[in-house]
């Protein structure tokens, strides 16, 4: 394998670990709830921290990726959100939890303005196929969440969902800092050359629109994604009758839907993005309605479902994103965007607490979603109607 192609796989098994540790905590605080004296909706609120830093820090993030290092940082995030997991597996009190969730979000941040625009160099011709093949590595992390915490917490206990976890990152990180340093010795830039080429025209309109629809879809892309183990924990009472069960379930939804990204990473190369966008997003208003009544197989059905629309739309916008961007702003365009959705995406996790302690909580989580869904799919109607062309800078 090249240098380049094994740089590519570390970069998208960094997709994999950041959501993947993002979310680990999703299926642990199942059984957490044992070791605490602290509800299910208690629990899940010390991650608030953590997500708010998810979105919070990719400004810098991106900011030091373009200005001094990207693949610096991406050394760090390795290092970083698995030392940080492993401090959450050594936590004794819910502020020592919460504190080593903060972590893990301060360092998750930097994967999406960086790790993504490292992504984007090169090959402007399958730029949405190289983005949907890295969005399905990141919804491998999703998927990868649910079970390898349910499987480690119940054989071994909940701390080691974090610590197993971390160590595995210590040492990819270590190995990435390897292959760079051979890869800088043998010529390879540090840095992305400066062409000097500005935005392309129609640039406000359609990072305008991407504004809108990241900010709500990752609101829906945050609740789904950590209240779906506690769903098919409620709702697949007949089908899932223990945590690894739901872990399971709640990984092969994950896994199956991961893949569509690969599709509409390819449609976008080939066809306009504007039907293809409006579609996905029509789709989730109906299907997230439907979700707030389902139970059972039709749950697990329609969660499928939700989670193919909802990570269908996740290549579109990083690929217009790249399309209407010159390389050397790339990363601080793409810590803007995900300051934007991971930011305010990151109220979700209150909101599911909050919710849950209601009578019909999840059904009233389920329409909140679908109001935002309806706002992402009126957005897209915005977009420019013509296909963009492939930014050409540095690539």
Known sequence: MSGERLRLLFLNLGHTYDHLFMLLYATAVITMEAHFDLTY????????????????GALPAGWLGDRWSRTGMITLFFIGIGAASVLTGLARTPLEIATGLFLIGVFASIYHPVGIAMVAEGAPERLGWRIGVNGVFGNMGVAGAALVAAFLAETISWRAAFIVPGVVAVATGLGFRVLANRMHAAGAPRKP??????????WQRALAVIAITTLFGGIIFNATTVSLPKVFDERLGGIALTTIGVGAMASIVYAVAGFIQIVVGKLVDRYPVRPIFIGITGAQVLTLIVAAYATDWAMFLIALCIMLLVF???????????????????SR???????????????AVPAIAILHGVGDGFATLFFALAACALLVWLATLALPGRRAVAVAPAE
């Open 193 to 202: 050359a400066k062409k000097g080429v500005g935005m392309i025209p129609g």
């Open 333 to 347: 365009v793409y810590s803007v965007k995900y300051l934007l959705t991971l930011g305010v995406s990151s109220m």
């Open 312 to 330: 269908g739309q996740i290549p579109i916008a990083d690929t217009l994103v790249a399309r209407f961007t010159p390389d050397e702003y790339r």
């Open 41 to 56: 909706g208690e629990l899940l609120a010390l991650a608030t921290p953590g997500f708010i830093a998810f979105g919070a």
